[in-house]
């Protein structure tokens, strides 16, 4: 009993165990229940997040396009056409008046310019006038003196009045090139009258200074003629000796023989030896030609002193073209600090110190240009010099360049009536020593550049300036201004492109492959891409225009390779 009590008892504690078991394996299934259910619960919680971040994502996508697309009310479409019209009609008067004052300033610039030009042409129109008085004055007083200085002479020379006749000659050489020679209207000279006064010696004292004894006169009568005709036989001797030539006849073939007046005469005359006629004539033309290269030496001489004058003027000349362009380039320097300065809205002290160096360098500005005029004129008056040496014809220089007025320049520059220039092949220069030109062609819509400016002329700035010029179709305009610098210019753009002037003034620079290896690339950007050059408004709006306004002519080099103008101002 014992046992089966421990069996029942083992029953007994079993049968509970298995209630539990079984409790257990029920909880296990609502716990299994539970974790699929809160797995479940889990995704649905992401389903329920994502949707909501969908549904957020699609709010502000919502939101992003409300603001990239606002609703306008009609109202507010009709505010704001009407604001922007307004802007616009602002703008466009705004512009209008700034164009019309520009337009005002540029036109009063002109006017004063011009009224300047005009004043200074008049007073050099009466100088001129002046000095073509007081040469007509003085040519009239030269002539005169030159017929009664004639006159003496050729009377002294007849009347054998020796000492009158030498004392006449030594002034006669600052009248006459070749005093010796000085004939009457029919062509007598003074050894001719000489000869028909019979004064043996008289001829004598001209054919040491080199009278020609063979010279024929009026009828074609030589002096020995004459000497025969009249019947002085020493007269004749002195001739015959001197290399005169008996077989020379006059018009009407008659020999001295012919005309001899006595018989002792003819007979020496016949007796004559010929021969040495023609040895005397080859002695004399020796003597002529030892004196002529004398004189060719001198004037050589006196030619090189007045070359070395023009070289000295060159030099000094050069020299003060240099300090006038250090002047201009100083004056832009200290006109750019007074702008910066102002533009800072630095104090007013500092900006009247700017001023005050403004005005300054104006002042030597104005010395600057007083002391190149000088060296020019100095230069000038070398070169007449030398030219008075070099060729006795005293003719002025023909000043370079086809005249126009300035109120000519639109239809002659930009409109080119009647294609003078494009059928040159040449691009124009403009000589204007008023300046008005230059403000016409900085107003215009043009690339101007003033070539004396550092900054303007900066390899990369110039650059553009061509390129932006060619892109738009527009004048490239290079000023000289009054400066003589072509050679530093031409240097400034071999920096851009080794002879880029050549290519400029030969024109090449229109072809495409030309014009496009100035182009830098990425550094000048979509705006200078190759399909943004239009070739057809190249070739019809792009020009090159030069610009002078110095009181000399431009370089001759640059005057040779363009089509030069030349403005004259009239009133």
């Known amino acids: 009993m014992p046992v089966a009590k421990k069996a029942g008892a083992a029953g007994a504690k079993k049968a509970p165990a298995k209630k539990k078991t079984a409790g257990t394996a029920s909880k296990t299934a609502k716990a299994k229940a539970g974790s699929a259910s809160s797995k479940l619960g889990a995704k649905g919680k992401v389903g329920a997040k994502s949707s909501k971040a969908g549904a957020l994502l699609k709010g502000k996508k919502g939101k992003a396009k409300e603001k990239e697309e606002p609703k306008w009310t009609p109202e507010q ?99 006459f090139k070749d005093v010796v020679e000085v004939a009457d209207a029919n062509n007598n000279t003074m050894l001719s009258e000489a000869a028909a006064g019979g004064h043996a010696a008289t001829i004598r004292l001209l054919l040491e200074r ?12 030589s002096p020995l003629w004459r000497a025969c005709f009249l019947g002085h036989e020493e007269a004749m001797q002195a001739l015959l000796e001197a290399g005169a030539d008996p077989r020379i006849p006059n018009e009407m073939g008659e020999q001295p ?16 030896d010929t021969a040495r006629t023609d040895k005397l004539v080859a002695e004399r033309q020796a003597t002529l030609e030892l004196k002529k290269l004398k004189l060719e030496e001198e004037a050589a001489a006196e030619i090189a002193d007045a070359q070395s004058g023009v070289d000295q003027a060159q030099e000094e000349y050069e020299g003060c073209q240099r300090q006038l362009k250090h002047a201009h380039v100083e004056l832009e320097k200290r006109i750019t600090e007074h702008d910066t ?77 009647g294609n003078k220039v494009r ?32 900054a303007l002329m900066e390899p990369n700035k110039l650059r553009r300036s061509i390129l932006g010029a060619m892109r738009y179709g527009k004048p490239f305009v290079l000023d000289l201004m009054d400066v003589d610098i072509w050679d530093e210019v031409q240097r400034d753009m071999d920096l851009i492109q080794f002879e880029l002037m050549d290519k400029v003034l030969d024109q090449s620079i229109l072809n495409e492959r030309t014009y496009l290896s100035l182009v830098r690339q990425p550094g000048d950007g979509e705006e200078y891409e190759a399909n943004k050059f239009q070739e057809a408004k190249i070739r019809e709006k792009f020009k090159v225009i030069f610009l002078c306004s ?8 640059l005057l040779a390779k363009t089509f030069p103008f030349r403005v004259v101002v009239k009133n």
């Open 77 to 175: 479409k009709a505010a704001a056409v009407t604001i922007q019209s307004r802007f616009k009609g602002f703008k466009a008067r705004k512009d209008f008046v700034e164009q019309k004052a520009k337009k005002a300033q540029m036109e009063e610039e002109m006017e004063m310019l011009r009224r300047q030009a005009y004043q200074a042409e008049v007073e050099y129109e009466r100088k001129q006038a002046a000095k073509r008085r007081q040469a007509q004055m003085e040519e009239a007083k030269r002539r005169k003196a030159e017929a009664k200085m004639r006159k003496d002479l050729l009377e002294a020379a007849y009347d054998g009045e020796n000492e009158d006749l030498e004392e006449l000659l030594e002034k006669g050489r600052k009248i």
């Open 210 to 221: 080199d009278a020609d004894p063979n010279v024929t006169g009026e009828f074609g009568r």
């Open 257 to 272: 023989v012919h005309v001899a007046n006595s018989a002792a005469m003819k007979e020496a005359l016949e007796g004559w």
């Open 341 to 417: 300065c102002v533009g800072e809205g630095k104090g007013e002290e500092l900006i009247k110190v700017t001023l005050q160096h403004i005005h300054e360098q104006e002042e030597n500005l104005a010395n600057a240009k007083k002391a190149a005029a000088a060296a020019l004129e100095k230069l000038q008056m070398a070169k007449f010099a030398l030219r008075e040496k070099e060729s006795k014809d005293g003719e002025e220089e023909e000043l370079p360049g086809e005249a126009i007025k300035i109120k000519d320049l639109d239809d002659v520059l930009l409109k080119d009536i």
């Open 423 to 454: 059928d040159s092949g040449k691009w124009p220069l403009v000589w204007d020593a008023s300046g008005q030109s230059g403000i016409f062609l900085r107003y215009i819509d043009s690339n101007y550049v003033n070539a004396v400016s550092k």
């Open 550 to 557: 110095g009181k000399s002519p431009p370089p001759a080099d």
